[in-house]
Protein backbone atom coordinates (compact mmCIF):
# COMPACT_ATOMS: atom_id res chain seq x y z
CA UNK A 1 0.00 0.00 0.00
CA UNK A 2 1.81 3.19 -0.61
CA UNK A 3 -0.30 6.43 0.22
CA UNK A 4 0.01 8.65 -2.86
CA UNK A 5 -0.25 11.70 -1.31
CA UNK A 6 2.02 12.25 2.49
CA UNK A 7 0.96 15.73 3.24
CA UNK A 8 -2.97 17.69 3.27
CA UNK A 9 -3.63 16.78 -0.27
CA UNK A 10 -6.74 14.41 -0.66
CA UNK A 11 -7.64 11.90 -3.28
CA UNK A 12 -10.49 13.01 -5.48
CA UNK A 13 -12.39 12.20 -8.64
CA UNK A 14 -9.58 11.32 -10.56
CA UNK A 15 -8.36 8.80 -7.95
CA UNK A 16 -8.23 5.89 -10.53
CA UNK A 17 -6.09 7.88 -13.03
CA UNK A 18 -3.34 7.38 -9.94
CA UNK A 19 -4.14 3.91 -8.80
CA UNK A 20 -3.78 2.90 -12.66
CA UNK A 21 -0.34 4.66 -13.19
CA UNK A 22 0.80 3.79 -10.31
CA UNK A 23 0.53 0.35 -11.20
CA UNK A 24 2.18 0.73 -14.40
CA UNK A 25 4.85 2.22 -13.06
CA UNK A 26 5.53 -0.53 -10.54
CA UNK A 27 5.44 -3.06 -13.58
CA UNK A 28 9.70 -3.45 -13.49
CA UNK A 29 11.94 -6.76 -13.00
CA UNK A 30 14.76 -5.46 -11.04
CA UNK A 31 12.86 -5.45 -7.42
CA UNK A 32 9.50 -6.18 -5.80
CA UNK A 33 6.49 -5.20 -6.86
CA UNK A 34 5.43 -1.39 -6.10
CA UNK A 35 1.62 -2.60 -6.27
CA UNK A 36 -0.54 -5.44 -7.73
CA UNK A 37 -3.85 -4.87 -9.25
CA UNK A 38 -4.91 -6.80 -5.90
CA UNK A 39 -3.07 -4.64 -3.55
CA UNK A 40 -3.95 -1.24 -5.25
CA UNK A 41 -4.27 1.60 -2.50
CA UNK A 42 -6.95 3.12 -3.85
CA UNK A 43 -9.50 0.38 -4.61
CA UNK A 44 -12.75 0.08 -3.56
CA UNK A 45 -11.20 -3.30 -1.89
CA UNK A 46 -8.41 -2.15 -0.05
CA UNK A 47 -9.59 1.31 1.15
CA UNK A 48 -12.61 1.93 3.70
CA UNK A 49 -15.83 3.01 2.38
CA UNK A 50 -15.64 6.66 1.75
CA UNK A 51 -17.84 9.11 3.62
CA UNK A 52 -18.84 12.44 2.75
CA UNK A 53 -16.17 15.13 3.39
CA UNK A 54 -17.45 17.92 6.37
CA UNK A 55 -14.76 20.20 6.26
CA UNK A 56 -16.18 22.32 3.24
CA UNK A 57 -14.53 25.84 3.07
CA UNK A 58 -17.95 27.43 4.37
CA UNK A 59 -17.69 25.51 7.45
CA UNK A 60 -14.60 26.77 8.12
CA UNK A 61 -16.05 30.73 7.23
CA UNK A 62 -18.88 29.70 9.68
CA UNK A 63 -16.86 29.00 12.11
CA UNK A 64 -13.98 31.80 11.88
CA UNK A 65 -16.65 33.97 11.99
CA UNK A 66 -18.52 32.32 14.96
CA UNK A 67 -15.43 32.26 16.82
CA UNK A 68 -13.97 36.08 16.34
CA UNK A 69 -17.57 37.02 17.36
CA UNK A 70 -17.64 35.42 20.54
CA UNK A 71 -14.10 35.65 21.28
CA UNK A 72 -14.45 39.59 20.44
CA UNK A 73 -17.60 39.72 23.17
CA UNK A 74 -15.76 37.68 25.71
CA UNK A 75 -13.26 40.10 25.27
CA UNK A 76 -15.11 43.15 25.93
CA UNK A 77 -17.02 42.00 28.90
CA UNK A 78 -13.53 40.85 30.54
CA UNK A 79 -14.58 36.88 31.14
CA UNK A 80 -12.99 35.24 33.83
CA UNK A 81 -10.24 32.75 33.46
CA UNK A 82 -12.52 30.18 34.08
CA UNK A 83 -14.73 31.01 31.29
CA UNK A 84 -11.88 31.05 28.58
CA UNK A 85 -11.00 27.56 29.95
CA UNK A 86 -14.23 25.98 29.77
CA UNK A 87 -14.57 27.51 26.43
CA UNK A 88 -11.51 25.98 25.19
CA UNK A 89 -11.93 22.72 25.98
CA UNK A 90 -13.55 21.43 22.38
CA UNK A 91 -10.37 23.19 20.78
CA UNK A 92 -8.01 21.22 23.36
CA UNK A 93 -9.09 17.76 23.09
CA UNK A 94 -9.23 18.01 19.17
CA UNK A 95 -5.88 18.56 19.25
CA UNK A 96 -4.74 16.10 21.75
CA UNK A 97 -6.61 13.75 19.75
CA UNK A 98 -4.34 14.77 17.15
CA UNK A 99 -1.39 14.79 19.13
CA UNK A 100 -2.65 10.80 19.95
CA UNK A 101 -3.00 9.99 16.47
CA UNK A 102 -0.51 11.37 14.58
CA UNK A 103 2.77 9.55 15.79
CA UNK A 104 1.59 6.40 14.90
CA UNK A 105 0.24 7.52 11.76
CA UNK A 106 3.43 9.00 10.81
CA UNK A 107 5.29 5.55 11.92
CA UNK A 108 3.54 3.52 9.62
CA UNK A 109 3.61 5.43 6.52
CA UNK A 110 7.03 5.61 6.44
CA UNK A 111 7.46 2.36 6.70
CA UNK A 112 5.06 1.55 4.36
CA UNK A 113 6.30 3.75 1.70
CA UNK A 114 10.22 3.21 2.76
CA UNK A 115 9.34 -0.21 1.44
CA UNK A 116 7.03 0.76 -1.71
CA UNK A 117 9.91 2.97 -2.79
CA UNK A 118 12.85 0.86 -2.45
CA UNK A 119 11.16 -2.57 -3.24
CA UNK A 120 9.93 -1.76 -6.70
CA UNK A 121 13.50 -0.89 -7.81
CA UNK A 122 12.75 3.18 -7.84
CA UNK A 123 15.82 3.46 -6.25
CA UNK A 124 17.62 2.48 -9.52
CA UNK A 125 19.50 4.70 -11.94
CA UNK A 126 16.55 7.00 -12.62
CA UNK A 127 15.21 6.66 -9.02
CA UNK A 128 18.55 8.02 -7.43
CA UNK A 129 18.36 10.96 -9.34
CA UNK A 130 14.89 11.83 -8.57
CA UNK A 131 15.73 11.01 -4.72
CA UNK A 132 18.77 13.47 -4.87
CA UNK A 133 17.16 16.13 -6.50
CA UNK A 134 13.73 16.28 -4.20
CA UNK A 135 15.79 16.50 -1.33
CA UNK A 136 17.67 19.16 -2.70
CA UNK A 137 14.46 20.67 -3.25
CA UNK A 138 13.23 19.89 -0.36
CA UNK A 139 16.25 21.65 1.51
CA UNK A 140 16.08 24.25 -0.59
CA UNK A 141 12.23 25.01 0.38
CA UNK A 142 13.29 24.86 4.39
CA UNK A 143 15.92 26.72 3.87
CA UNK A 144 14.09 29.53 2.31
CA UNK A 145 10.82 28.77 4.97
CA UNK A 146 13.25 29.91 7.87
CA UNK A 147 14.63 32.57 6.53
CA UNK A 148 10.89 33.59 5.04
CA UNK A 149 10.12 33.48 9.04
CA UNK A 150 13.07 35.19 9.82
CA UNK A 151 12.82 38.25 7.60
CA UNK A 152 8.78 38.41 8.40
CA UNK A 153 10.04 37.93 12.41
CA UNK A 154 9.82 41.59 13.04
CA UNK A 155 6.49 42.12 11.62
CA UNK A 156 4.48 39.75 14.03
CA UNK A 157 2.94 41.03 17.20
CA UNK A 158 4.55 40.07 20.56
CA UNK A 159 3.43 41.14 23.77
CA UNK A 160 6.54 40.54 25.26
CA UNK A 161 6.95 43.94 27.10
CA UNK A 162 9.96 46.64 26.33
CA UNK A 163 12.70 44.59 27.91
CA UNK A 164 15.32 43.49 26.34
CA UNK A 165 16.58 40.91 28.43
CA UNK A 166 15.44 37.52 27.62
CA UNK A 167 17.62 35.70 29.65
CA UNK A 168 16.53 33.58 32.15
CA UNK A 169 13.28 31.32 32.28
CA UNK A 170 9.77 33.62 32.33
CA UNK A 171 8.20 33.26 35.80
CA UNK A 172 5.21 35.07 37.82
CA UNK A 173 5.53 35.78 41.47
CA UNK A 174 2.17 34.49 43.62
CA UNK A 175 1.47 36.90 46.65
CA UNK A 176 0.13 35.36 49.89
CA UNK A 177 -3.14 34.76 51.04
CA UNK A 178 -4.83 35.10 48.17
CA UNK A 179 -3.89 38.64 47.45
CA UNK A 180 -2.93 38.02 43.76
CA UNK A 181 0.04 37.74 41.04
CA UNK A 182 3.21 40.68 42.12
CA UNK A 183 3.25 43.26 39.50
CA UNK A 184 5.64 45.91 38.20
CA UNK A 185 3.28 49.51 37.72
CA UNK A 186 4.89 52.18 35.43
CA UNK A 187 6.77 53.72 37.67
CA UNK A 188 8.70 50.76 39.12
CA UNK A 189 6.48 50.03 42.10
CA UNK A 190 5.67 46.59 43.06
CA UNK A 191 1.86 45.31 44.29
CA UNK A 192 0.06 42.61 44.16
CA UNK A 193 -3.46 42.55 42.02
CA UNK A 194 -5.21 39.42 40.77
CA UNK A 195 -5.42 39.42 36.81
CA UNK A 196 -8.76 40.37 36.46
CA UNK A 197 -8.14 43.43 38.13
CA UNK A 198 -5.42 44.74 35.59
CA UNK A 199 -7.07 46.97 33.54
CA UNK A 200 -8.48 48.59 36.54
CA UNK A 201 -4.66 49.52 36.57
CA UNK A 202 -4.30 50.27 32.94
CA UNK A 203 -1.78 47.25 32.75
CA UNK A 204 -1.57 44.17 30.72
CA UNK A 205 -0.27 40.96 31.96
CA UNK A 206 3.23 41.09 30.94
CA UNK A 207 4.19 43.82 34.02
CA UNK A 208 3.32 39.94 35.98
CA UNK A 209 6.35 38.21 33.90
CA UNK A 210 9.53 38.22 35.83
CA UNK A 211 12.46 36.59 34.42
CA UNK A 212 14.13 33.66 36.74
CA UNK A 213 18.02 33.13 36.50
CA UNK A 214 19.70 30.42 37.53
CA UNK A 215 23.10 32.28 38.74
CA UNK A 216 24.80 29.28 40.91
CA UNK A 217 23.09 26.34 38.53
CA UNK A 218 20.99 24.75 41.42
CA UNK A 219 18.10 23.57 39.19
CA UNK A 220 19.67 21.03 37.17
CA UNK A 221 17.32 20.68 34.48
CA UNK A 222 17.52 20.87 30.95
CA UNK A 223 14.61 23.45 30.26
CA UNK A 224 15.94 25.86 32.94
CA UNK A 225 19.78 25.47 32.37
CA UNK A 226 20.65 27.11 28.73
CA UNK A 227 22.99 24.90 26.93
CA UNK A 228 25.39 25.75 24.31
CA UNK A 229 25.51 25.49 20.40
CA UNK A 230 27.46 22.02 20.95
CA UNK A 231 25.04 21.11 23.17
CA UNK A 232 21.83 21.64 21.03
CA UNK A 233 24.07 20.30 17.82
CA UNK A 234 24.55 17.27 20.14
CA UNK A 235 20.92 16.74 21.09
CA UNK A 236 19.96 17.04 17.82
CA UNK A 237 22.40 14.43 16.58
CA UNK A 238 20.90 12.05 19.65
CA UNK A 239 17.54 12.68 17.40
CA UNK A 240 18.52 10.98 14.67
CA UNK A 241 20.48 8.38 16.38
CA UNK A 242 17.81 7.36 18.97
CA UNK A 243 18.58 5.16 21.66
CA UNK A 244 15.22 4.07 23.09
CA UNK A 245 12.60 2.98 20.94
CA UNK A 246 10.09 3.48 23.32
CA UNK A 247 10.94 6.78 24.32
CA UNK A 248 11.33 7.94 21.01
CA UNK A 249 7.54 7.53 20.97
CA UNK A 250 6.34 8.59 23.86
CA UNK A 251 8.29 11.88 24.44
CA UNK A 252 7.38 12.06 21.10
CA UNK A 253 10.49 12.87 18.98
CA UNK A 254 9.53 13.12 15.21
CA UNK A 255 13.07 12.95 14.00
CA UNK A 256 13.83 9.30 16.12
CA UNK A 257 10.21 8.24 15.01
CA UNK A 258 11.09 9.08 10.99
CA UNK A 259 14.34 7.26 11.40
CA UNK A 260 12.97 4.00 13.24
CA UNK A 261 10.30 3.83 10.76
CA UNK A 262 12.90 4.29 7.65
CA UNK A 263 15.25 1.44 9.03
CA UNK A 264 12.47 -1.00 9.50
CA UNK A 265 11.06 -0.53 6.02
CA UNK A 266 14.75 -0.92 4.49
CA UNK A 267 15.23 -3.52 6.63
CA UNK A 268 12.16 -5.77 5.61
CA UNK A 269 12.83 -4.79 1.40
CA UNK A 270 16.69 -6.03 2.43
CA UNK A 271 15.23 -9.42 4.02
CA UNK A 272 12.82 -9.75 1.22
CA UNK A 273 15.24 -9.50 -1.41
CA UNK A 274 17.75 -12.48 0.18
CA UNK A 275 14.43 -14.45 0.42
CA UNK A 276 12.52 -15.71 -2.08
CA UNK A 277 10.02 -17.40 -0.06
CA UNK A 278 7.57 -15.66 2.22
CA UNK A 279 9.07 -14.83 5.15
CA UNK A 280 7.74 -12.69 8.51
CA UNK A 281 9.53 -9.89 7.17
CA UNK A 282 6.42 -9.46 4.98
CA UNK A 283 3.85 -10.33 7.71
CA UNK A 284 5.28 -7.13 9.32
CA UNK A 285 5.00 -5.15 5.96
CA UNK A 286 1.33 -6.13 5.89
CA UNK A 287 0.39 -5.18 9.29
CA UNK A 288 2.36 -2.11 8.74
CA UNK A 289 -0.06 -1.28 5.86
CA UNK A 290 -3.01 -2.47 7.33
CA UNK A 291 -2.02 -0.06 10.74
CA UNK A 292 -1.43 3.25 7.93
CA UNK A 293 -4.42 2.31 6.68
CA UNK A 294 -6.31 1.89 9.91
CA UNK A 295 -4.47 5.24 11.39
CA UNK A 296 -5.25 7.47 8.39
CA UNK A 297 -8.92 6.31 9.05
CA UNK A 298 -8.90 7.49 12.51
CA UNK A 299 -6.96 10.94 11.50
CA UNK A 300 -9.98 11.77 8.77
CA UNK A 301 -12.49 10.75 11.65
CA UNK A 302 -10.63 13.74 13.98
CA UNK A 303 -9.98 16.21 10.67
CA UNK A 304 -14.03 15.99 10.13
CA UNK A 305 -13.99 17.79 13.83
CA UNK A 306 -12.13 21.16 12.71
CA UNK A 307 -14.40 23.26 11.39
CA UNK A 308 -16.51 22.96 15.01
CA UNK A 309 -13.38 22.45 17.42
CA UNK A 310 -10.89 25.34 15.66
CA UNK A 311 -13.87 28.13 16.44
CA UNK A 312 -13.93 27.55 20.47
CA UNK A 313 -9.76 27.79 19.93
CA UNK A 314 -10.00 31.04 18.13
CA UNK A 315 -12.84 32.11 20.97
CA UNK A 316 -10.17 31.33 23.50
CA UNK A 317 -7.67 32.93 21.29
CA UNK A 318 -9.39 36.11 21.36
CA UNK A 319 -10.81 36.38 24.68
CA UNK A 320 -7.81 36.63 26.31
CA UNK A 321 -5.89 38.79 23.66
CA UNK A 322 -4.28 41.51 25.06
CA UNK A 323 -4.58 43.44 21.70
CA UNK A 324 -7.30 41.95 19.14
CA UNK A 325 -5.94 44.19 15.89
CA UNK A 326 -2.95 43.09 16.87
CA UNK A 327 -3.71 39.25 16.38
CA UNK A 328 -5.61 39.36 13.42
CA UNK A 329 -3.06 41.54 11.77
CA UNK A 330 0.21 39.13 12.43
CA UNK A 331 -2.31 36.28 11.08
CA UNK A 332 -2.61 38.68 8.00
CA UNK A 333 1.50 38.80 8.37
CA UNK A 334 1.78 34.84 8.28
CA UNK A 335 -0.18 34.27 5.60
CA UNK A 336 1.98 36.95 3.42
CA UNK A 337 5.13 35.33 4.56
CA UNK A 338 3.92 31.91 3.27
CA UNK A 339 2.93 33.29 0.05
CA UNK A 340 6.12 35.17 -0.49
CA UNK A 341 7.58 31.84 0.29
CA UNK A 342 6.08 29.53 -2.00
CA UNK A 343 6.39 32.64 -5.13
CA UNK A 344 9.86 32.76 -4.65
CA UNK A 345 10.48 29.10 -4.90
CA UNK A 346 7.71 28.70 -7.85
CA UNK A 347 9.10 31.55 -9.22
CA UNK A 348 12.68 31.74 -9.00
CA UNK A 349 14.52 29.01 -7.37
CA UNK A 350 12.65 26.34 -9.38
CA UNK A 351 13.59 28.32 -12.52
CA UNK A 352 17.30 28.81 -11.45
CA UNK A 353 18.15 25.01 -10.06
CA UNK A 354 16.57 24.40 -13.39
CA UNK A 355 18.40 26.14 -15.90
CA UNK A 356 21.20 24.90 -14.24
CA UNK A 357 20.87 21.73 -13.96
CA UNK A 358 19.39 21.41 -17.81
CA UNK A 359 22.42 23.43 -19.21
CA UNK A 360 21.32 26.46 -19.88
CA UNK A 361 17.09 25.37 -20.87
CA UNK A 362 14.52 28.36 -20.72
CA UNK A 363 13.14 27.37 -17.55
CA UNK A 364 9.99 29.70 -18.04
CA UNK A 365 8.63 28.28 -21.11
CA UNK A 366 8.83 24.62 -19.08
CA UNK A 367 6.61 26.38 -16.19
CA UNK A 368 4.04 27.90 -18.92
CA UNK A 369 3.91 24.24 -20.55
CA UNK A 370 2.54 22.47 -17.50
CA UNK A 371 0.16 25.34 -16.69
CA UNK A 372 -2.63 23.03 -16.93
CA UNK A 373 -1.45 20.77 -14.42
CA UNK A 374 -0.95 23.62 -11.70
CA UNK A 375 -4.66 24.73 -12.32
CA UNK A 376 -5.81 21.83 -11.49
CA UNK A 377 -3.38 21.29 -8.09
CA UNK A 378 -5.21 24.68 -7.24
CA UNK A 379 -8.51 23.92 -8.02
CA UNK A 380 -8.95 20.42 -6.44
CA UNK A 381 -5.90 20.99 -3.68
CA UNK A 382 -5.03 17.57 -4.57
CA UNK A 383 -2.24 16.22 -5.99
CA UNK A 384 -3.71 12.94 -6.64
CA UNK A 385 -6.65 14.46 -8.80
CA UNK A 386 -3.82 15.72 -10.09
CA UNK A 387 -1.09 13.08 -10.90
CA UNK A 388 -2.98 12.04 -13.94
CA UNK A 389 -3.39 15.19 -15.83
CA UNK A 390 0.77 15.85 -14.50
CA UNK A 391 1.69 12.58 -16.38
CA UNK A 392 -0.66 12.94 -19.50
CA UNK A 393 0.78 17.11 -20.03
CA UNK A 394 4.42 16.00 -19.66
CA UNK A 395 4.29 13.02 -22.11
CA UNK A 396 2.39 14.87 -24.88
CA UNK A 397 4.82 18.25 -24.45
CA UNK A 398 7.43 15.75 -26.02
CA UNK A 399 10.26 16.13 -24.01
CA UNK A 400 9.43 13.79 -21.48
CA UNK A 401 9.61 9.99 -22.11
CA UNK A 402 6.08 8.18 -21.16
CA UNK A 403 7.84 5.30 -18.81
CA UNK A 404 9.96 8.25 -16.72
CA UNK A 405 6.95 10.33 -16.43
CA UNK A 406 5.38 7.34 -14.91
CA UNK A 407 8.36 6.44 -12.87
CA UNK A 408 8.84 9.83 -11.24
CA UNK A 409 5.63 11.55 -11.00
CA UNK A 410 4.20 8.98 -8.22
CA UNK A 411 7.52 8.90 -6.57
CA UNK A 412 7.26 12.91 -6.16
CA UNK A 413 3.61 12.93 -4.95
CA UNK A 414 5.43 10.49 -2.22
CA UNK A 415 8.17 12.59 -0.41
CA UNK A 416 8.60 16.02 -2.49
CA UNK A 417 6.07 18.26 -0.04
CA UNK A 418 8.14 21.79 -1.07
CA UNK A 419 4.67 23.65 0.16
CA UNK A 420 5.08 21.71 3.05
CA UNK A 421 8.57 22.49 3.50
CA UNK A 422 8.33 26.21 3.37
CA UNK A 423 4.60 26.71 5.23
CA UNK A 424 5.93 25.01 8.39
CA UNK A 425 8.72 27.39 9.79
CA UNK A 426 6.45 30.05 8.67
CA UNK A 427 3.73 28.69 10.97
CA UNK A 428 6.38 27.78 13.82
CA UNK A 429 7.12 31.86 13.92
CA UNK A 430 3.41 32.61 14.02
CA UNK A 431 2.74 30.61 16.76
CA UNK A 432 5.89 31.21 18.85
CA UNK A 433 5.49 34.77 18.54
CA UNK A 434 1.70 34.35 19.48
CA UNK A 435 3.19 32.07 22.61
CA UNK A 436 5.34 35.04 23.45
CA UNK A 437 8.02 32.14 22.88
CA UNK A 438 10.31 33.96 19.83
CA UNK A 439 12.94 33.85 22.28
CA UNK A 440 13.08 30.32 22.12
CA UNK A 441 13.77 30.65 18.13
CA UNK A 442 17.84 29.77 18.47
CA UNK A 443 20.04 28.48 15.73
CA UNK A 444 19.34 24.91 17.60
CA UNK A 445 15.12 25.47 17.42
CA UNK A 446 15.71 26.24 13.58
CA UNK A 447 17.76 23.39 12.98
CA UNK A 448 15.12 21.04 14.42
CA UNK A 449 12.20 22.83 12.41
CA UNK A 450 14.39 22.26 9.25
CA UNK A 451 14.31 18.26 10.23
CA UNK A 452 10.92 18.01 11.09
CA UNK A 453 9.74 20.00 8.31
CA UNK A 454 11.70 18.05 5.73
CA UNK A 455 11.35 14.87 7.33
CA UNK A 456 7.93 14.65 8.71
CA UNK A 457 6.05 15.91 5.42
CA UNK A 458 6.48 12.43 4.05
CA UNK A 459 4.71 11.21 7.01
CA UNK A 460 1.33 13.16 6.83
CA UNK A 461 -1.98 11.74 6.10
CA UNK A 462 -3.79 11.75 2.91
CA UNK A 463 -6.75 13.59 4.55
CA UNK A 464 -7.84 16.99 3.69
CA UNK A 465 -6.29 19.94 5.34
CA UNK A 466 -4.30 17.74 7.18
CA UNK A 467 -1.28 19.72 7.38
CA UNK A 468 -2.77 20.83 11.11
CA UNK A 469 -1.55 17.23 11.97
CA UNK A 470 2.46 17.13 10.90
CA UNK A 471 1.88 20.87 12.39
CA UNK A 472 1.73 20.03 15.90
CA UNK A 473 4.22 17.62 15.62
CA UNK A 474 6.98 20.25 14.33
CA UNK A 475 5.71 22.24 16.90
CA UNK A 476 6.73 20.07 19.76
CA UNK A 477 10.35 18.70 18.02
CA UNK A 478 11.00 22.50 18.23
CA UNK A 479 9.25 23.56 21.12
CA UNK A 480 9.45 21.04 23.72
CA UNK A 481 7.91 21.12 27.49
CA UNK A 482 5.73 24.11 25.44
CA UNK A 483 1.97 23.45 24.94
CA UNK A 484 0.33 24.23 21.37
CA UNK A 485 -0.29 27.54 21.38
CA UNK A 486 -4.67 28.52 20.86
CA UNK A 487 -3.57 30.85 17.55
CA UNK A 488 -2.71 27.39 15.88
CA UNK A 489 -6.29 27.48 15.40
CA UNK A 490 -5.75 30.64 13.14
CA UNK A 491 -3.52 28.16 11.03
CA UNK A 492 -5.96 25.98 10.60
CA UNK A 493 -8.92 28.13 9.04
CA UNK A 494 -7.01 29.03 6.58
CA UNK A 495 -5.74 25.67 5.97
CA UNK A 496 -7.91 25.84 2.91
CA UNK A 497 -6.98 28.57 1.38
CA UNK A 498 -2.74 28.19 1.56
CA UNK A 499 -3.22 24.83 0.81
CA UNK A 500 -4.55 25.00 -2.78
CA UNK A 501 -1.17 27.08 -3.26
CA UNK A 502 0.61 24.68 -1.61
CA UNK A 503 -0.23 21.90 -3.42
CA UNK A 504 0.33 23.67 -6.85
CA UNK A 505 3.96 24.52 -5.28
CA UNK A 506 4.53 20.73 -5.10
CA UNK A 507 3.22 19.81 -8.73
CA UNK A 508 5.38 22.08 -10.38
CA UNK A 509 8.09 21.00 -8.09
CA UNK A 510 7.66 17.36 -8.97
CA UNK A 511 7.22 18.27 -13.13
CA UNK A 512 10.12 20.40 -13.20
CA UNK A 513 12.26 17.27 -11.28
CA UNK A 514 11.05 15.44 -13.99
CA UNK A 515 11.70 17.25 -16.81
CA UNK A 516 15.55 17.72 -15.37
CA UNK A 517 16.13 14.10 -15.26
CA UNK A 518 14.75 13.43 -18.86
CA UNK A 519 17.67 16.21 -19.40
CA UNK A 520 19.78 14.08 -17.60
CA UNK A 521 18.84 11.13 -19.30
CA UNK A 522 19.13 12.50 -23.00
CA UNK A 523 22.83 13.95 -21.98
CA UNK A 524 23.41 10.60 -20.99
CA UNK A 525 22.35 8.52 -24.18
CA UNK A 526 23.79 10.96 -26.63
CA UNK A 527 27.12 10.16 -25.23
CA UNK A 528 26.61 6.13 -25.99
Not at 370 to 384: D, G, H, M, N, Y
Request: charged content about 15%; hydrophobic content about 45%; glycine content about 6%.
Amino acid sequence: HLLPILHQDTPSMEDDGLRKSLIETSDRSDGLPLLSESEAPLSSESQPSKRPCLSEPWQYFLSIIAGIIFGVVLNIVNASDDVVTIVTVPGALFLRALQCAVIPMMFFNITSSVCDIFGSGSAGSIGTKAISLYTLSTFLAVLEGIAIANIFASLFASDKGESDDDDGVKVTMVCPKDLGVLTVAEDGSTFCVHHDDLQAYNLTSKYQNFNLRDEESMLINGVIIKQSLVDQVLNTAHSVVPNNFVEAFAIPNIVSVIVIGFVLGAAIVSIQRRSKATTGAATVLAFCREMSIITNEIIGWIIVLAPMCIGFLIAASLASAGNVIDLLRTVGVYIASVMTGLLLHTLVVLPTVFYWYTGGDNPYHWLYTIRQPLIVAFSTASSAATLPVSIRTAVESGMVAENTANTILPMGATINMDGAAIGYPCAISFLAHAAKLENKLDIATWVNVGLGSSLGSAGAAPVPNAGIVMLITVWETAMPGHSVPDAIAYVQGIEFFIDRFQTATNVCSDLFILRMIQASVDREQKML
